[in-house]
Each structure stands twice: as structure tokens, then as C-alpha cells.
């Protein structure tokens, strides 16, 4: 099984911009899921309920331990202004890790994952 990592913006102007946020992390995990392939949310293991706790670079670093032990990246739409997803995609290119910007990419290279690994 293929372990897919979600990144998605987090943090917003307020409490509410940031429970959508997880939702919308949240929704793209379960079309992964639907693909057959196991999502990694970072936004449902903590959400923002340990925020100001450890800084914020722990839970930086922790993610980005995360994504390291993940085959693939898939970005949630509006990842764009997100520093954090900034420093995902950076540690992706770094890994040579596949990373795509929507479901229909993934499901392709899913796809392609099950015929060569068959």
C-alpha cells in the first residue's frame, strides 16, 4: 500500500478558517483513501489544539519526519500562501519524491504503481 502525504495550509486569521482548513486536508485524505491508498493528514493528527504549546519549529520538523517515511505528496488547493507547505515541497524535491496537485494525477500514478510493483 502506497502511504500518501496530504499538505495543505493550517494556519488562518481565525479559528474557523482554520477547522476548513483541516476539513479541506481532511477531504483530500479520504479521496486518497478511496484510491486505495493510505492518507497521512498532519492537520487531524494535531489540528491546531497545541498551538503555542512547543514552537511551532517541533511541529515543523515532526511533519516534515512525516512526509519523509510517505511514497507521494498531494497538495490541498489554496496550499499557496502556506510557509509550512513551502518547506513540504522544498523536502519533497529534495527526496525525489512524486508530488501532484490533484486527485486525478495521483490516481494516474497509482495506477501505473499497481502495474510495474503487480
Known amino acids: 500500500m502506497?502511504?500518501?502525504?496530504?499538505?495543505?495550509?493550517l494556519f488562518a486569521e481565525n479559528?474557523?478558517?482554520i477547522?476548513?482548513?483541516?476539513?479541506?486536508?481532511?477531504?483530500?485524505?479520504m479521496e486518497v483513501a478511496?484510491?486505495?491508498a493510505y492518507p497521512v493528514i498532519p492537520h487531524t493528527n494535531t489540528g491546531?489544539?497545541?498551538?503555542?504549546?512547543?514552537?511551532?519549529?517541533f511541529w515543523y520538523e515532526g511533519t516534515?519526519?512525516?512526509l519523509r517515511r510517505c511514497d507521494a505528496m498531494i497538495l490541498v488547493p489554496g496550499?499557496?500562501?502556506?510557509?509550512?507547505?513551502?518547506?513540504?515541497i522544498a523536502e519533497s524535491r529534495?527526496?525525489?519524491?512524486p508530488l501532484f496537485t490533484g486527485i486525478g494525477l495521483l490516481k494516474t500514478w497509482l495506477a501505473e504503481r499497481t502495474k510495474t510493483d503487480g
Open 2 to 9: 502506497k502511504i500518501i502525504y496530504v499538505a495543505g495550509a
Open 15 to 17: 479559528d474557523w478558517a
Open 19 to 29: 477547522r476548513c482548513n483541516i476539513h479541506r486536508a481532511a477531504e483530500v485524505g
Open 34 to 36: 478511496k484510491l486505495g
Open 48 to 57: 491546531s489544539m497545541f498551538t503555542g504549546t512547543i514552537t511551532l519549529a
Open 64 to 66: 516534515l519526519e512525516l
Open 79 to 88: 496550499y499557496e500562501g502556506s510557509k509550512g507547505v513551502q518547506g513540504e
Open 94 to 97: 529534495r527526496l525525489n519524491m
